[in-house]
């Protein structure tokens, strides 16, 4: 039903909401079990406070900042998928057809996982339990502001990652699986940097071989 054009759809707003359903249901599936440490590290913290007294916020609060970093990402990414159904072939499992530009993508994620930014924010999504120590905020407003400002760290270890959807296929179950479960082992291993930049090498060499092909 996602492939149809708009018009057998029920016009130009159905589609668009039929998009950001399903990001925003993948978004929450692939993401949310690869924040449970800092949910969990949320949970261990305030049981703590509660304990010496103080009041502390349920923890679907924290979680429910997480949700709305992730649902501004599937906003985003419906926008990002319209704009390029416009201008660049997409498959029916949406994924880019033209090898250049799939390289293209290719060769981008890998830069950025060997970039600073991508270090910087894999260390605050692997050691969620010092991030919140040091960050704690009290009451409602400040366990949301918690969960935003992690969750941004969260983003900004896989936004570039999710992009790779568009090469391997925005429907395609396999790739979906597969990034899930990437994301998660770089949070959770202790080697996760060097398993980053490992990473970045090898879609820097991939994407780039994609291209030579695509000329040769």
């Known amino acids: 039903m996602l492939m149809m054009p708009t018009a057998f759809i ?22 949310l079990p690869s924040a449970a ?28 900042g997480y949700a709305a970093i992730w649902t501004c990402f599937a906003v985003a990414a419906v926008a990002l998928q319209l704009l390029l159904g416009e201008v660049i072939e997409l498959s029916m499992m949406m994924a880019v057809t033209s090898a250049v530009v799939g390289g293209g993508l290719l060769v981008a994620t890998g830069l950025y996982q060997v970039s600073p930014v991508k270090a910087a924010c894999l260390r605050n ?21 918690m969960g935003l400002s992690h969750g941004l760290y969260c983003l900004g270890c896989c936004w570039v990652l999710m992009g790779l959807l568009f090469y391997g296929g925005v429907m395609e179950l396999r790739w979906i699986v597969g990034l899930a479960l990437y994301v998660a082992l770089e949070k959770l291993v202790p080697a996760g940097n060097k398993l980053s930049r490992f990473t970045g090498l090898l879609l820097v060499g ?8 695509a000329f040769a």
Not at 12 to 29: D, G, K, R
Not at 125 to 145: D, E, I, T, V
Request: with cysteine; charged share 10%; glycine share 8%.
């Open 10 to 31: 029920g016009g130009a707003v159905v589609y668009p909401v039929l998009l950001f359903v399903m990001w925003w249901t993948m978004m929450m599936a692939m993401m």
């Open 37 to 64: 440490p800092a949910i969990l590290a949320y949970g261990a913290l305030s049981r703590k406070f509660a304990e010496q007294g103080k009041p502390v916020a349920p923890l679907t609060v924290f979680a429910a």
């Open 206 to 213: 991939w994407g780039a071989w994609t291209v030579y092909r």
């Open 125 to 145: 999504c692997q050691a969620p339990l010092m991030y919140l120590a040091r960050n704690w905020q009290k009451g409602y407003s400040g366990a949301f502001r």
